[in-house]
């Protein structure tokens, strides 16, 4: 079986789509926001590059995760699609929904086969957007088990790795509608935190514009 197949065994879905910017109407300045603080640096490494030989910037200035939260309905999985399709970047999903077992031990152990698959993806294959999404339901203090608490620790320690020379390839976006309920352990590992708020006005026309297009 391919690499793709055993991470859709796993519950991750690789895409491959043609989704673009047109397909995301208002929000401007949240996607430029995106663009700038996580994207870029990710994606155009050597343009941070030149930068820090004209300035002091080091490495750790590198954005390698980024946390979208938000209301929900307002984009954001769509967002990271699109922008990863714009920066010609790999995209995996992953609904934490699917890594929990019903067996005891079995969750860690399929988050870390998760990230290892994941991990090698990327350096087969290019630079790769990890988007996980519902973030919260092991990151969530209102359901302090056991068997969560040890997923999360396998998530921690995988967002520290991430920041290692080892793991440049792989840019993680954890998604969440509930952002207080969230472990402040798990919130503070995310370089960048972008927050979703419901359309306004403006953001509206954009989107019946975005819509009216499709229709006709």
């Known amino acids: 079986a391919s690499l793709t197949d055993i991470l859709k065994d796993r519950g991750l879905e690789v895409y491959n789509s ?67 399709n714009e920066n010609k970047l790999n995209f995996i999903y992953m609904n934490m929904s699917q890594i929990y077992s019903h067996w005891d031990g079995d969750s860690p152990k399929r988050m870390e086969s998760a990230f290892d698959l994941v991990n090698k993806y990327s350096k087969q294959n290019g630079k790769t957007v990890l988007f996980i999404d519902e973030i919260d339901s092991l990151g969530n203090r209102q359901y302090n088990s056991n068997e969560s608490n040890k997923v999360l620790n396998v998530l921690l320690t995988k967002l520290s790795g991430i920041r290692s020379e080892e793991n440049e390839n792989l840019l993680l976006i954890g998604c969440t509608n509930l952002i207080d309920n969230l472990d402040p352990a798990l919130v503070s590992r995310f370089k960048s935190k972008i927050y979703f708020r419901k359309p306004d006005e403006n953001d509206r026309i954009g989107i019946i514009k975005t819509y009216s297009q499709k229709l006709s």
């Open 18 to 84: 043609d989704v673009s910017m047109k397909a995301v109407g208002g929000y401007n300045d949240i996607k430029d926001r995106i663009e700038r603080e996580v994207f870029t640096p990710f994606a155009h490494k050597e343009i941070l590059e030149g930068i820090r030989k004209l300035t002091r910037i080091t490495k750790k200035n590198e954005t390698n995760s980024a946390l979208f939260y938000g209301e929900p309905g307002t984009g954001k999985t769509l967002m990271a699609r699109v922008i990863s």
